[in-house]
């Protein structure tokens, strides 16, 4: 069972080039969300998905947009990338919403980094 | 806006020890409580969840209480064992659906 799977692992960019992030699930959880984690800022909500078809907006969404066409895949774009967004980015999924009693299931991050 | 606080930032103990992690949140209208582990470079792994109506879950060597009302939350882990050496994340969730992450508590467990 590969549970939430992110590739890639590691990429560059020159500023204002573009890409797109992928996260995979094999769990058939209707929830997924996107995090960037930064030092000394913690892991911060990009964007989420309640289902397929479903995208909505998270505490940091600027500069990035997300798609879930399928169920089990969750893609975040970054169109036109800046420094800011060096970071370390999540994929999580979730059987029921964050507010229930199901956890949340995170794969191992995708390391991004700005030039 | 909610404030997720964890102390301490590090520690390191001997094997064997019992040790206790402290969380604490300004905005107690939360839902869950939830602790995760991060080893280096690695994802979150989900440890215990704790529903707000609840007042302790255990795993194994793992307990963490919460105290709503209070704005508190602990981690015990039990007979530290060198293989605990992790980042301890504690996150609420209030209301929507993002996490409130603290910023972590480095652990690191020495033979």
């Known amino acids: 069972n590969a549970g939430v799977t992110q590739t890639p692992k590691f990429r560059v960019l020159k500023t204002g080039q573009s890409m797109t992030l992928l996260c995979a699930q094999d769990m058939n959880h209707e929830y997924m969300y996107w995090y960037r984690q930064d030092p000394g800022m913690g892991l911060r909500l990009i964007h989420y998905?309640?289902?397929?078809?479903?995208?909505a907006k998270g505490e940091v969404p600027d500069g990035y947009n997300v798609s879930r066409l399928k169920k089990q895949n969750f893609l975040l774009g970054l169109e036109s990338a800046a420094p800011s967004q060096t970071s370390v980015y999540f994929c999580a999924s979730s059987y029921r919403p964050t507010g229930g009693n199901s956890p949340l299931h995170f794969g191992n991050g995708t390391r991004l980094t700005v030039t | 806006k909610q404030e997720v606080t964890q102390i301490p930032a590090a520690l390191s103990v001997p094997e064997g020890e019992n040790l206790v992690l402290n969380c604490s949140f300004t905005?107690?209208?939360?839902?869950?409580l939830q602790w995760f582990r991060q080893d280096p470079g690695k994802g979150l792994t989900s440890l215990l969840l704790?529903?707000?109506?609840?007042r302790e879950q255990t795993s194994g060597r793992l307990n963490a209480s919460l105290d709503k009302s209070s704005g508190r939350s602990t981690l015990y882990i039990a007979a530290s064992q060198p293989g605990d050496s992790a980042t301890y994340l504690c996150a609420v969730v209030n209301s929507g659906y993002a996490l409130n992450f603290g910023k972590g508590t480095s652990l690191l467990v020495t033979p």
């Open positions: 905005d107690s209208a939360i839902y869950n």
């Open positions: 998905s309640v289902g397929e078809g479903t995208t």
């Open positions: 704790i529903q707000s109506s609840q």
